[in-house]
C-alpha cells in the first residue's frame, strides 16, 4: 500500500493509494477552503445549539453522545461538553474527557467526505487519524499536528470513494482530543484511480482489443 503526499495547491494531505480495484482511495485534507469547494456538506454541527454549560465551565456526560447527525464516543471514560472561554477555547465544543482515551466521531449514513476543526487540550501534538468503513474495516490511517486551546484550531478534511463509517482521533501525548464545527456530505469530485488500477485497466481493454481483432 502507497501513500503519497500532495503539496497544499493540491488539498494538502495524503492520498492513499492501493494496488487493485476494491481497496478504497481516501484522501486527507488540510486546506478548509479546498475540501469546502470539493465536496457537498449535508450536515453540520457546531454545538452552539446544544444545552452546553455557560462560557468557561464544563460537563462530562456519558461514553457516547449524539449531536444532530453525528455522535461522539470514547473507549473509556466520558464526553465532555466544554462551554465556550473555558482554557481559552473560543467556542462551544465536545470530545474526550480522559486524556489517555482516543475520540470516535460517527457519520451520517452514506457520507464519503468528513471535516473538523480540532483542538489539542491541554498542550499541541500530534493526533493519529484513523478512518473506517461502515463495515468497521480501516480505509486509511495518518498523523496530523494539531494545536492547542490558544490556537484556532487544525482543519481536517477526509473524502474517500467509499462511505465512511467512523473517524478515530487519538493524541500521541495523551491530550484531550476536542472536536467542533463537525461536517459531513458526499464528495463532488471523483477521486482518481490508483495508478496501478489505471495500468490494470488499460491492459484489459488492450486485452479486449486483441481478441477483437483475432476473430475478425
Known amino acids: 500500500m502507497l501513500i503519497k503526499f500532495l503539496c497544499p495547491a493540491a488539498a494538502a494531505g495524503a492520498l492513499m493509494l492501493s494496488s487493485g480495484f476494491a481497496e478504497a482511495v481516501t484522501l486527507f485534507s488540510l486546506d478548509e477552503v479546498a475540501f469546502e ?46 462551554g465556550a472561554g473555558l482554557f481559552g477555547l473560543p467556542s462551544a465544543m465536545a470530545g474526550a474527557n480522559q486524556f489517555s482515551s482516543s475520540l470516535d466521531v ?17 498542550s499541541a501534538s500530534n493526533m493519529a487519524v484513523e478512518v473506517y468503513d461502515i463495515f468497521d474495516n480501516l480505509l486509511a490511517s ?16 477526509v473524502t474517500s470513494d467509499e462511505a465512511i463509517g467512523r473517524v478515530n482521533l ?19 469530485t471523483p477521486i482518481p484511480l490508483p495508478a496501478s488500477a489505471f495500468l490494470l485497466l488499460t491492459g484489459l481493454l488492450g486485452a479486449g482489443a486483441v481478441t477483437r481483432r483475432k476473430k475478425s
Open 37 to 82: 469547494a470539493a465536496n457537498t456538506i449535508t450536515s453540520t454541527e457546531d454545538f452552539e445549539d446544544e444545552s452546553f454549560p455557560p462560557g468557561g465551565t464544563q460537563q462530562t456526560l456519558g461514553t457516547v453522545e449524539t449531536y444532530g447527525d453525528f455522535t461522539l464516543g470514547v473507549d473509556f471514560g466520558e464526553i465532555v461538553e466544554v
Open 106 to 122: 460517527l457519520l451520517p449514513a452514506n457520507s464519503t467526505a468528513f471535516g473538523v476543526d480540532l483542538f489539542s487540550l491541554l
Open 170 to 188: 487519538l493524541s500521541d501525548t495523551d491530550q484531550a482530543e476536542i472536536v467542533d464545527n463537525l461536517r459531513a456530505g458526499t464528495a463532488m
Open 142 to 157: 495518518t498523523s496530523i499536528a494539531v494545536g492547542d486551546q490558544s490556537s484556532s484550531g487544525t482543519f481536517l478534511g
